[in-house]
C-alpha cells in the first residue's frame, strides 16, 4: 500500500488561508469517509484537527476545515497564524486488510 | 483526562527485540482500539497495526507481518508492541494512539534506537 500524496510544503503569509491536497486512490480516500488530519510540532507527537473528512474535534480552531472529492481530501487553514507552523498529515482508513495509510507530510511555512 | 504514557527509550543491537508498553488512563480501556504508528527521524508517519483491548484481535500492516506482535494487559491497562529481528532501518519514534477510525489521543513515544 502506497502513501497518500501531499505536496512537501506549502508557504502564507498571516491572515491567509491556504489548502493541502491528500491523493489517494478509489481503494482508500475515494471508498471511505475516514479521512483525518493530524498536526505535527517538532518533536512532539501528533495532534488529531479534523477526522471524518470535514469535523473537528472539540477544541480545535474552526479556522481548519477538511473536505474531498473524489480521491483526493483536503486541508484548508484560514486567517494563518505564527502557531500553525507544522508538518501535517492526512490519513485514510483503506479496508479491512490495509487498514490505514497516511500520507506523505506537509510542512507548513508561515512567511 | 485521557492519557497514554509509555515507556521509556530503548537501545538495542541488530536482530534482537523491543516491546514497547502504552498505559492508557482517563477512559475505558478496553472501549477503544489501540493503533501503534512509528516515525524515522525526519521521516513521515507509518502506521503499524492495531490491537483491539476487550477482544485481544490484531491486524498488521503487511510490512511488519511476522515480525510485529501487540498484546494488552487490561488489568493495568496496558497496550504492547514487540518488534522483532530488528535492523538499522527499525530506529524510530513509536507512538501508540487510540482509535476508533481516527487517532484521538497519542501517547508521547518512545524512541527505540537500533545500533552494533
Known amino acids: 500500500q502506497s502513501a497518500l500524496t501531499q505536496p512537501a510544503s506549502v508557504s502564507g503569509s498571516p491572515g491567509q488561508s491556504i489548502t493541502i491536497s491528500c491523493t489517494g486512490t478509489s481503494s482508500d480516500v475515494g471508498s471511505y469517509n475516514l479521512v483525518s488530519w493530524y498536526q505535527q510540532h517538532p518533536g512532539k507527537a501528533p495532534k488529531l484537527m479534523i477526522y471524518e473528512g470535514s469535523k473537528r474535534p472539540s477544541g480545535v480552531s474552526n479556522r481548519f476545515s477538511g473536505s474531498k472529492s473524489g480521491n483526493t481530501a483536503s486541508l484548508t487553514i484560514s486567517g494563518l497564524q505564527a502557531e500553525d507552523e507544522a508538518d501535517y498529515y492526512c490519513c485514510s482508513y483503506a479496508g479491512s486488510s490495509t487498514y490505514y495509510v497516511f500520507g506523505t507530510g506537509t510542512k507548513v511555512t508561515v512567511l | 483526562q485521557v492519557q497514554l504514557v509509555q515507556s521509556g527509550a530503548e537501545v538495542k543491537k541488530p536482530g534482537a527485540s523491543v516491546k514497547v508498553s502504552c498505559k492508557a488512563s482517563?477512559?475505558?480501556?478496553?472501549?477503544?482500539?489501540i493503533n501503534w504508528v512509528r516515525q524515522a527521524t525526519g521521516q513521515g508517519l507509518e502506521w503499524m497495526g492495531w490491537m483491539n483491548p476487550n477482544s485481544g484481535n490484531t491486524g498488521y500492516a503487511q510490512k511488519f507481518q511476522g515480525r510485529v506482535t501487540m498484546t494488552r494487559n487490561t488489568s493495568i491497562s496496558t497496550a504492547y508492541m514487540e518488534l522483532s529481528s530488528l535492523r538499522s532501518e527499525d530506529t524510530a519514534v513509536y507512538y501508540c494512539a487510540r482509535a476508533l477510525r481516527n487517532f484521538d489521543y497519542w501517547g508521547q513515544g518512545t524512541l527505540v534506537t537500533v545500533s552494533s
Open positions: 482517563g477512559y475505558t480501556f478496553t472501549s477503544y482500539d
